[in-house]
């Protein structure tokens, strides 16, 4: 069985920082791609940013330069650092990844992790 568990989220002043933490566990082989995602209230959910196994990134036109997506292959772990945050970063941050498991591959999701930036 594997999970994914999110930590790091809160509550922020605008220009401020959050780092939020995914952390995959269970019969691990390997994880590939690995991606944050947010949704705010009435919106549909919308990528973030990517990042390949090799460290390829991709981002979002309205987090870039502000926002880093970063992992550890070792602790199947990814981690998203948002710096100058704005109130309409305001959203529910969930992320994804691509596992092989002992029960084959598949993408799984976190449970999401509230993101509230005050003005």
């Known amino acids: 069985q594997v999970q994914l568990v999110e930590s790091g989220g809160g509550l922020v002043q605008a220009g401020g920082s959050l780092r939020v933490t995914c952390a995959a566990s269970g019969s691990i082989f390997s994880s590939n791609a690995m991606g944050w995602y947010r949704q705010a209230p009435g919106k549909q959910r919308e990528l973030v940013a990517t990042?390949?196994?090799?460290?390829?990134?991709t981002y979002a036109d309205f987090v870039k330069g502000r926002f880093t997506v970063s992992r550890d292959n070792a602790k199947n772990t990814v981690y998203l650092q948002m710096n100058s945050l704005k109130p309409e970063d305001t959203a529910v941050y969930y992320c994804k990844i691509a596992i092989w498991s002992s029960r084959g591959g598949r993408e799984y999701w976190g449970q999401g992790t509230q993101v509230t930036v005050s003005s």
């Open positions: 990042i390949t196994s090799d460290g390829s990134t």
